[in-house]
C-alpha cells in the first residue's frame, strides 16, 4: 500500500477510498495534494482488486474546502495551463476508467465543489453543504465548475449560484439535481458502499463505455451520440464479458465478469 502526506488509500473488498487528510486546513486542495491524488488513481487504475474509487474527506466538517488560498495568491496567468492544474487532474477524474462517487461528509466548497461534480456519482450527508464562492475572490470556478455546473442542475441555476456565491444544503443540492441523494451521517458510508457495491456487480468493461458514451455524447447532437452509443455496443458484443452476463442471466446465476 502506497503512503502519502496530504491524502490516505484504504482498500475495502473491492473499494478504494481516496480521503483526503488535512482536516485541520479543512481539506483544502493544495497543488502538493492534487499531485498526491493524480499519482493514487494512476497507481488504483492499474489495480485490479480496486472496482471503485470514493473520494471524502477527513472528519465529519469538511469534505473539501477548495484550494489553498496562499497559493491561490500566487498564482500567474499562464498556471491554468499548466500540466497538473487543478481542472486537468479533475478531468482526469472524470475520465476515469473505473466508477468514481463523491461521499460529500460536510463542506464542498469551490475546489471541493468542482471535485465532487467530477466524480460519477455524488451521495452527501444531511449536514454537508455546497458552493462555488470564487467570485468573492475576483476568480471564477476554473476547475470545471462553470461547465459541469451547468450541465448538472441546468444553466440558469448554475448562473444563479455562480454569480451569488450562495452556499447550498443537501437538501437543495438533492432538489436541484447537484446530488444523487443525502442521508445521515451514521449512514453515509453505507449509502456510498450500497451504490458502490451494485455498480461493481456489473460488466466492468460496460461500465467503462457507459461512461464515455454519456460523457461524450452529451457534447455532441443526438444523432452523433446515437451513433457513438452504436459503436460502443458493437465492441461490447465482441467481449467475453457480454457472453459471460448472457449466459448467467440464463442460467439464473450470478454472472464472473473478466474484463476481456
Not at 106 to 117: I, Q
Request: aromatic share 6%; charged share 25%.
Amino acid at each position: 500500500m502506497k503512503s502519502y502526506r496530504n491524502i490516505i488509500v484504504e482498500k475495502k473488498n473491492k473499494l478504494a477510498y481516496l480521503i483526503i487528510n488535512l482536516p485541520e486546513q479543512r481539506n483544502a486542495l493544495s497543488k502538493e495534494t492534487l499531485d498526491e491524488m493524480r499519482n493514487a488513481l494512476e497507481w488504483l487504475k492499474e489495480d485490479d482488486e480496486t472496482h471503485c474509487v470514493i473520494f471524502t474527506g477527513q472528519g465529519d466538517t469538511s469534505f473539501a474546502a477548495g484550494a489553498d488560498i496562499k497559493q491561490l495568491e500566487n498564482r500567474r496567468p499562464m498556471d491554468v495551463f499548466s500540466v497538473g492544474s487543478m481542472q486537468d487532474v479533475y478531468d482526469y477524474i472524470e475520465a476515469y476508467d473505473k466508477p468514481t462517487i463523491a461521499m460529500v461528509n460536510g463542506f464542498a466548497l469551490g475546489g471541493g465543489c468542482e471535485l465532487a461534480m467530477a466524480c460519477d456519482i455524488r451521495i452527501a450527508s444531511a449536514t454537508a453543504k455546497f458552493g462555488l464562492p470564487e467570485l468573492n475572490l475576483g476568480v471564477i470556478p476554473g476547475a470545471g465548475g462553470t461547465q459541469r455546473l451547468a450541465r448538472l442542475i441546468g444553466k440558469g441555476k448554475a448562473i444563479e449560484l455562480i454569480l451569488t456565491g450562495k452556499i447550498i444544503t443537501a437538501e437543495e443540492a438533492e432538489r436541484i439535481g447537484l446530488i444523487s441523494e443525502y442521508v445521515s451521517q451514521d449512514r453515509l458510508q453505507e449509502a456510498v458502499e450500497e451504490t458502490a457495491n451494485c455498480i461493481i456487480t456489473k460488466g466492468p468493461l460496460a461500465v467503462k463505455l457507459a461512461k464515455m458514451v454519456i460523457h461524450t455524447g452529451f457534447d455532441t447532437d443526438m444523432k452523433a451520440g446515437l451513433l457513438i452509443e452504436k459503436l460502443a455496443q458493437a465492441a461490447l458484443y465482441s467481449t467475453e464479458d457480454k457472453m459471460e452476463g448472457t449466459r448467467a442471466f440464463l442460467e439464473k446465476r450470478t454472472p464472473e465478469f473478466i474484463s476481456k
